[in-house]
């Protein structure tokens, strides 16, 4: 079966620095997608990967390693803003996005 | 506007009655999609449609049935409701299926 893990949940301090990950095993591999969704609201893209390594986009980056099935979300400098769920998300060998159950990221002053 | 709609924003619905959640977007993406969201579960795809005129289905297809007569509209039905039902529906579209996903407010629907 295909299934995507990620922790249900992480309290970090502002101004401070969170990585959260992301295991997956799917059926074919076309990219891995990290979106966030704040309570009561859509999901927001936020960054993709499909090749190994490190993609940097201002305050968050994400990190891919194929061989090993794992991504990270890596948030620095962490406003109260950020306090959402963040979801990890695959597409695999059909292009249809297998979702993981989502990260609730709880920041505190 | 810009990006998609959902409509309505939420619904309360008596079991086994017929229901319709509508979807458009004007970005002229190909691709279109429903979602179910659920508390502690991964969003779960319903139908999807690649382009106009075709559709196929998803994970959860089981009760619900979509139409694709143009680019910019996607309707989801719901034949008979029944609690199960009870989510939060999303609709999100993107150019091509291997393109990024963006997505609506989404439409919280209770069924008693």
């Known amino acids: 079966g295909q299934n995507i893990d990620q922790p249900t949940e992480m309290t970090a301090t502002e101004g401070a620095i969170v990585q959260i990950n992301c295991t997956y095993q799917t059926s074919g591999f076309n990219g891995l997608f990290w979106y966030q969704q704040h309570a009561g609201e859509a999901p927001t893209f936020l960054s993709y990967n499909v090749l190994d390594g490190l993609e940097e986009k201002g305050r968050f980056s994400s990190f891919l390693s194929r061989s090993k099935g794992y991504s990270y979300l890596l948030l620095k400098e962490l406003q109260m803003k950020d306090s959402a769920s963040y979801l990890c998300a695959v597409r695999d060998s059909n292009y249809q996005l297998i979702w993981g159950a989502g990260t609730k990221l709880i920041i505190k002053p | ?112």
């Open chain 2, 1 to 112: 506007i810009a990006g998609i709609t959902q409509a309505p924003t939420s619904q309360i619905l008596a079991a086994g009655r017929r229901m319709t959640l509508r979807c458009t977007q004007d970005m002229r993406h190909n691709a279109m999609y429903w979602y179910r969201q659920d508390l502690g579960l991964g969003l779960r795809l319903i139908h999807y449609s690649n382009t106009a005129g075709t559709t196929g289905k998803g994970e959860v297809p089981d009760g619900y049935s979509v139409s694709r007569a143009n680019t910019d509209d996607f309707p989801l039905t719901l034949a008979s409701a029944v609690p199960s039902q009870t989510s939060v529906y999303f609709c999100a579209s993107s150019g091509t299926s291997e393109d990024t996903q963006y997505f609506g407010p989404g439409t919280r629907l209770t069924v008693l």
